[in-house]
């Protein structure tokens, strides 16, 4: 099994920046690929970026190309999202979470973090 739990939630201003991370627990040789996603109260959860464990290859979804950046530290089991510019429709709960699945066809996440809120003010 392998749990992950993310932490760097919070309130920001517009424009502003903020760095979650993601810790990895457990069976960890596992993993081949890590996203992270965000979800707004009534609305489908919606995919922000991944990566691969072993290159480092990213994707990003075109809503936060440019201002997003996802990387890792494998030594620390460890995925961070630095979000810059951010806008208020940036604002959602942020979810961690962990595939075994290799980064080109990563689709299916089965470990979920419990997902701090970003609330971004106007």
């Known amino acids: 099994q392998v749990q992950v739990a993310e932490s760097g939630g919070g309130t920001v201003q517009a424009g502003g920046s903020l760095r979650l991370s993601c810790a990895a627990s457990?069976?960890?040789?596992?993993?081949?690929?890590m996203g992270w996603f965000r979800q707004v109260p009534g609305k489908e959860r919606e995919f922000v970026a991944r990566?691969?464990?072993?290159?480092?290859?990213?994707f990003y979804a075109d809503s936060v190309k440019g201002r997003f950046t996802i990387s890792r530290d494998n030594a620390k089991n460890t995925v961070y999202l630095q979000m810059n510019s951010l806008k208020p429709e940036d604002t959602a709960v942020y979810y961690c979470?962990?595939?075994?699945?290799?980064?080109?066809?990563?689709?299916?996440?089965?470990?979920w973090g419990q997902g701090p809120q970003v609330p971004v003010s106007s």
């Open positions: 979470a962990a595939t075994n699945q290799i980064f080109d066809y990563a689709r299916r996440y089965d470990y």
């Open positions: 457990g069976r960890t040789s596992s993993i081949n690929t």
């Open positions: 990566i691969s464990k072993s290159l480092g290859r990213t």
